[in-house]
């Protein structure tokens, strides 16, 4: 049974930094590629970040492009989000998501397995 599980969501102040974890069991993790998404209050998930399977290739939304980094380690079966300049838009609930691909994939209903999310809070 795959599970991928988040932390580190919480409430922080305009500009501040985040780090999100995500956790993977069930799957061997080195063949996916994983993403991170985000959903605000009345708006539809919207896609972060991406990170190949081996780690050398990402991508991101222009929205937080130079903002969040994203990492893994296949060593431990994570992947992470460093959210940097943290604003009040980035306040949303943030998936981790995993993927069956060679290359990295920004389309959610390409992914395979989704976390349950965790909540990104930040005030003005």
């Known amino acids: 049974q795959v599970q991928l599980v988040e932390s580190g969501g919480g409430l922080v102040q305009d500009g501040g930094s985040l780090r999100l974890s995500c956790a993977a069991s069930g799957l061997t993790f080195s063949n996916y590629a994983m993403g991170w998404f985000r959903q605000a209050p009345g708006k539809e998930r919207e896609f972060v970040a991406a990170?190949?399977?081996?780690?050398?290739?990402?991508t991101y939304a222009d929205s937080v492009k130079g903002r969040f980094t994203i990492s893994r380690d296949n060593a431990k079966n994570t992947v992470a989000l460093q959210m940097n300049s943290l604003k009040p838009e980035d306040t949303a609930v943030y998936y981790c998501?995993?993927?069956?691909?060679?290359?990295?994939?920004?389309?959610?209903?390409?992914?395979?397995?989704w976390g349950q999310g965790t909540q990104v809070t930040v005030s003005s």
């Open positions: 998501a995993a993927v069956m691909s060679i290359g990295i994939v920004s389309r959610a209903d390409r992914y395979d397995y």
């Open positions: 990170v190949s399977r081996t780690g050398r290739s990402t």
